[in-house]
Nanobody
Framework: VQLVESGGGWEQPGGSLRLSCAAS????????MSWYRQAPGKEREFVAI????????NYADSVKGRFTISRDNVKNTVYLQMNSLKREDTAVYYC???????????WGQGTQVTVSS
């Protein structure tokens, strides 16, 4: 099982970044996919989720209206489009997979996002 995040980096406030998470080794289309983040000195927190068929999404209040989660069940990839970035979005962003029928949970290794001028 692998979840490989990419797309992190440095961006100025107000800018945009797009994270990707490529999945392998499990049935991606049967998995609910989420993004979490962890800022320095803080606990990991939920950012966004998209259910297995892509029909429903949910977001943390702090990112609602700025971030968009999407998925491609052919490419086995989940995305997080992050617009209007703020300094407080600085964190390591983690991809999470959770089974919709079978009980399992997997995590990626994380990708650093830094928002700074």
């Amino acid at each position: 099982v692998q979840l490989v995040e990419s797309g992190g980096g440095w961006e100025q406030p107000g800018g945009s970044l797009r994270l990707s998470c490529a999945a392998s080794g499990f049935t991606f289309s049967s998995s609910h996919m989420s993004w979490y983040r962890q800022a320095p000195g803080k606990e990991r927190e939920f950012v966004a989720i998209i259910i297995s068929d892509g029909g429903s999404t949910n977001y943390a209040d702090s990112v609602k209206g700025r971030f968009t989660i999407s998925r491609d069940n052919v490419k086995n990839t989940v995305y997080l489009q992050m617009n209007s970035l703020k300094r407080e979005d600085t964190a390591v962003y983690y991809c999470n997979a959770r089974g919709s029928f079978t009980r399992y949970e997997y995590w990626g290794q994380g990708t650093q996002v830094t928002v700074s001028s």
